[in-house]
């Protein structure tokens, strides 16, 4: 069967979308709100600067992955339901929780691993560098430039943690269709499904840069949108 072409995958996307953005943004927000939430208690518990602080905040910030990892796993499934007309509701975020969260864990516990790998070297510059920009006692061109420094480490940390985590973009879809599908096993067949799909995974992502660049001058509201949007299709991307 011939692949579909991006246009197409974001075409049966908003097919899919009409009548459900409501309960696609709920699910979202329930994801990114307990991230917020984990970040802003790991930042207040381990406020310090001090080699320990931050080490127990990346354990912290670990945990709370794991489990923010099984309610998107659930939103997996629910747009999942959605995408092939069948019945789902909000509760399905939680999906997981009930069937077999070891999975997701082992899963998610890899791909952190990756996570955490790939940001060391922003981890390093931050840390170094980051007295400099807090420093009264260097100018205001230094500070700028270790500013600069320091994002653009960050810029780069997160393409690199982006390309190496792509084989794995379709795990947490594949335990959703297969129970008996253990966590690394979901890992090792992702890596197969995206086999010659690479390149069309990162295409798609980056159709969505316009979308995402243009959301800033209606103050992020369109993101309402443009998030759902870009959820879905990489689940239509994942049934193609």
């Given at each position: 069967m011939k692949k579909r072409s991006t246009k197409e995958i974001k075409q049966q996307a908003r097919v899919?979308?009409?009548?459900?953005?409501?309960?696609?943004?709920?699910?979202?927000?329930?994801?990114?709100?307990?991230?917020?939430?984990?970040?802003?208690?790991?930042?207040?518990?381990?406020a310090g600067?001090?080699?320990?602080?931050?080490?127990?905040?990346?354990?912290?910030?670990?945990?709370v992955s794991l489990i923010v990892g099984i309610i998107s796993a659930g939103l997996g499934y629910m747009l999942l339901n959605i995408s092939r007309g069948k019945e789902f509701k909000?509760?399905?975020?939680?999906?997981?929780?009930?069937?077999?969260?070891?999975?997701?864990?082992?899963?998610?516990?890899?791909?952190?691993?990756?996570?955490?790998?790939?940001s060391i070297p922003f981890y390093y510059v931050s840390y170094t560098k980051s007295s400099l920009i807090l420093s009264e006692e260097v100018s205001l061109?230094?500070?700028?430039?270790?500013l600069g420094t320091i994002l653009g480490v960050l810029a780069i940390c997160t393409?690199?943690?982006?390309?190496?985590?792509?084989?794995?973009?379709?795990?947490?879809?594949?335990?959703?269709?297969?129970?008996?599908?253990?966590?690394?096993?979901?890992?090792?067949e992702s890596a197969g499904l995206m086999k010659g799909n690479i390149l069309r995974y990162i295409w798609l992502n980056i159709s969505f840069i316009p979308l995402l660049f243009l959301s800033v001058f209606t103050f992020y509201i369109a993101?309402?949108?443009?998030?759902?949007?870009?959820?879905?299709?990489?689940?239509?991307f994942y049934r193609d």
């Open positions: 899919a979308l009409q009548g459900h953005y409501g309960i696609v943004i709920l699910g979202l927000l329930a994801v990114y709100g307990a991230n917020l939430i984990g970040s802003n208690l790991s930042s207040k518990l381990f600067n001090s080699p320990l602080d931050l080490i127990l905040s990346e354990i912290f910030l670990l945990v909000l509760a399905d975020l939680g999906y997981f929780f009930k069937n077999q969260p070891d999975r997701v864990i082992i899963a998610g516990f890899v791909l952190a691993v990756i996570q955490v790998v790939t061109e230094v500070q700028i430039q270790t393409v690199l943690n982006f390309l190496i985590s792509i084989p794995f973009a379709m795990t947490y879809f594949l335990m959703a269709d297969d129970l008996e599908l253990g966590g690394i096993q979901a890992l090792k993101l309402f949108w443009i998030m759902p949007y870009m959820e879905m299709s990489m689940t239509t």
